[in-house]
């Protein structure tokens, strides 16, 4: 069975650091592009970072130098390494499969896990 | 970077009816590169469309894509009680993935 299931959330005070890990069922974490999308209380999807197949990774703005993605394929799990933590990044926290075909099509994030939240606050 | 901007906010539709949802980019795209997911209150999103108008596995035919360029439109053909929810348009690159604001659909 595909599955994914995170964990790894929790209260946190700000400039804390926090680690998400994201344990993956039926299918190979190294294989795939591997993306971390966040939801703040009330809003809506916000992408957060994405690994690839080979290893690259991208951030968006707000995270850039204060989150890294990252994988264990012994594990088959990926994780996020939060670190600086601020309010703003309050929110539930979730990975997917982002599915990309040679780079020149885009077949979507197809599979979900549950989420995990953090609530950053003193 | 691409800006996605979803209209209505807010849709109030009664079962039975059709739903139209707008996705506009602030600049031409892809149709490859263009998702749109369905996401219930305290459940994790769920794709439905990818490559503009193709239906992710498992998705009934009453939901359809179209569009192209910077316009794109997520069509829900005959409302059922289950569809009312939040909708998300997203666009892919290569080093960055976007989402629009969101559209709900709720009932009238």
């Known amino acids: 069975e595909v599955q994914l299931v995170e964990s790894g959330g929790g209260l946190i005070q700000p400039g804390g650091s926090l680690s998400l890990s994201c344990v993956v069922s039926g299918f190979s974490v190294s294989s795939n592009y591997m993306s971390w999308v966040r939801q703040a209380p009330g809003k809506g999807l916000e992408w957060v970072a994405v690994?690839?197949?080979?290893?690259?990774?991208y951030y968006t703005d707000s995270v850039r130098g204060r989150f890294t993605i990252s994988r264990d394929n012994s594990k088959n799990t990926l994780y996020l390494q939060m670190s600086g933590l601020r309010a703003e990044d309050t929110a539930v926290y979730y990975c997917?499969?982002?599915?990309?075909?040679?780079?020149?099509?885009?077949?979507?994030?197809?599979?979900w896990g549950q989420g995990t939240t953090v609530a950053v606050s003193s | 970077e691409i800006v996605l901007t979803q209209s209505p906010v807010t849709l109030s539709m009664s079962p039975g009816e059709r739903a139209t949802l707008s996705c506009r980019a602030s600049q031409s795209l892809s149709s490859t590169y263009l998702a749109w997911y369905q996401q219930k209150p305290g459940q994790a999103p769920r794709l439905l469309i990818h490559?503009?108008?193709y239906r992710a596995t498992g998705i009934p035919d009453r939901f359809s894509g179209s569009g192209s360029g910077t316009d794109f439109t997520l069509t829900i053909s005959r409302l059922e009680p289950e569809d009312f929810a939040v909708y998300y348009c997203q666009h892919y690159s290569s080093s960055l993935r976007t989402f629009g604001q969101g559209t709900k659909v709720d009932i009238k």
């Open positions: 690994i690839y197949s080979g290893g690259s990774t």
């Open positions: 997917a499969r982002d599915q990309v075909r040679n780079l020149d099509y885009y077949f979507g994030m197809d599979v």
């Open positions: 490559g503009a108008s």
